[in-house]
């Protein structure tokens, strides 16, 4: 890299991490707080620093050119007397660089001292064949009385024989009706309701049972011309009379 | 008694993390490939085979080679047993009603109770909880094992006895009976009626 | 010094067992999972910790969780060529601790703090390690991903959590985890006071 016999310059771009890294490289350098660099000489040191690349016509990647461009700007800015109107203000410019120097540096900082802490499998292992631990699971069931109780009841109310309990209903048989509507039609001598016809005090469904089947039985005693039916209109009472 | 201190040399000290750290135990020429030829690997040994003694870890020699392993009379506390409370499935609650109700009982007794059939699994969870035992064989073809419960079934149930378990009426009188199922059968009664 | 006579009570040599016999650290309510609820486990712990000072095993701390481990000066004679971990490059090494330091944070920020694109691979190459990992995206334009580290990366490093990061508490009271905006800021009003 170097030029034969310039033993004292030492430039070795493929080292640096970009122009940042240069410029913090420079900066400890200076070989006090960061915080109380020079901006101005740091800027220096990088201008001349690629001034010799230049001269030894190295190829710079383009970002160490674009920075020394700026930091050119910088300079000139920080030297000339300041106009109070630019915006930021060369010294906010040197201010931002500075934080950005200490903040890569604390991170560089950081970053060794952690690689040089006992590692795990480098400087410090574990046991490498552990007999390990082992938890045996044993499950202990639960189950109340109630719930035992309750699931044969279940078990008995599902598998019980079903039986089928007929109600013994209180009806008028047809059979029944026929004898008693032409027992009843003979001490008739006017037209009478067929609700007359039924037995006194019936009620509910065996009511409607005795309806039922005293109508039907007056349809069968006036086919067989017993009796004869009367009504006015559709709904109207029902009248009955024995036949003449 | 050998003080710690007798050991706190640099081969000892070596010896001991090189063991520890390997997946195998080890011979004294792989020892020595790590902690150097002319050490007295076979003294270090001896020295931290004295040392362990007694100790929840042993320096153990297998063949001729050396490692590590944990006191054989601790093995107990590396097993660690943990309970875990699961309750019983509904199958399972089911199944061991059937068992308690009208024990011994056999496997295809109980399918006929429960009408469906009842998975290998059931039984044996009855079994783990140590609520059934196996009752001896029924003497028909087939020659099929019967269930029972056991004395822990009734003390986990506060049961005196197994007469203690309420009887089918006391059942239906304390509302126990499914009520869906009592409900379906007394419709399906008036339904009938009514086509006749 | 301690006789190692001492330390021969069940307690002392079941928690040695136990620690000895686990893949992994233990907490002390873990260690008494196995050696009983009621032992004083701290008290066992703190006597092996003095025996085995300065020996070629150790009993290390990390976090609240206890594991042996080997004596980290012993590291060049268990060193295996297998083993031995690639050597991160510096901007592996830059990239690791700008991701613990930070986390979570994008590669964008990472970048700026580097003054340098990373490629690529820098980030890969710590995913493969186990140390860094995706931490979901941060919501603004572009929902960029961030990397924040792994259990791994603390076990790795000997950390039990990220607060014993080394001067973390020192660069935190220094802005130096803060972005150069918010630095600049502060200092800004700073020396506006300053002036005046």
Do not use: C
């Amino acid at each position: 890299m170097s030029e034969s016999g310039d033993d004292t310059l030492k430039i070795d771009i493929d080292g640096w991490e970009g122009p940042l890294d240069l410029l913090l490289a420079l900066a400890r350098n200076q070989k006090v707080d960061l915080r109380a660099i020079s901006i101005l000489d740091l800027v220096e040191q990088y201008l001349a620093f690629v001034n010799e690349a230049r001269e030894l016509r190295l190829e710079l990647a383009a970002d160490y050119l674009v920075m020394a461009a700026w930091l050119a700007y910088l300079k000139s800015a920080l030297l000339l007397p300041r106009n109070p109107e630019e915006s930021p203000s060369p010294e906010e410019l040197a201010l931002r660089l500075q934080l950005r120097l200490e903040r890569l540096n604390a991170m560089r900082e950081a970053g060794a001292r952690l690689v040089a802490r006992d590692r795990l499998g480098r400087d410090v292992f574990l046991r490498a064949a552990p007999e390990g631990l082992r938890v045996v699971r044993q499950a202990r069931w639960e189950a109340e009385i109630y719930d035992l109780i309750a699931a044969y009841g279940r078990i008995s109310a599902r598998t019980r024989p079903v039986m089928h309990v007929v109600a013994v209903r209180d009806v008028m048989t047809l059979e029944e009706a026929i004898d008693r509507v032409s027992t009843l039609l003979g001490t008739r001598i006017e037209w009478s309701t067929i609700e007359s016809f039924l037995p006194e005090g019936a009620s509910g469904t065996y009511r409607k049972s005795a309806l039922a089947s005293s109508f039907v039985a007056a349809l069968e005693l006036a086919r067989q011309g017993r009796l004869e039916i009367r009504q006015k209109s559709a709904f109207a009472p029902l009248y009955l009379k024995a036949s003449a | 008694m050998t003080e710690p201190g007798d050991l706190a040399d640099d081969l000892g000290r070596a010896v001991e993390a090189v063991l520890f750290a390997s997946e195998h135990p080890l011979s004294i020429d792989e020892i020595k490939g790590h902690v150097g030829q002319d050490a007295d690997v076979r003294g270090a040994l001896a020295a931290l085979e004295a040392l362990y003694a007694g100790r929840g870890i042993e320096l153990a020699r297998r063949g001729d080679r050396w490692h590590f392993q944990t006191a054989a009379d601790l093995a107990h506390l590396l097993r660690r047993d943990r309970e875990e409370s699961r309750k019983l499935s509904r199958a399972g609650i089911e199944t061991l009603a059937i068992i308690a109700y009208h024990e011994p009982v056999t496997r295809a007794e109980i399918e006929a109770i429960r009408g469906v059939q009842i998975s290998k699994g059931t039984i044996d969870v009855l079994m783990e909880a140590g609520w059934v035992r196996p009752a001896g064989r029924r003497e028909v073809p087939g020659r099929p094992l019967t269930y029972a419960t056991t004395p822990g079934f009734l003390s986990h149930f506060g049961l005196a006895s197994r007469r203690d378990l309420p009887g089918i009426d006391d059942l239906k009188a304390a509302g126990l009976l499914d009520p869906v199922d009592l409900a379906f059968e007394t419709m399906e009664s008036e339904t009938v009626t009514e086509d006749e």
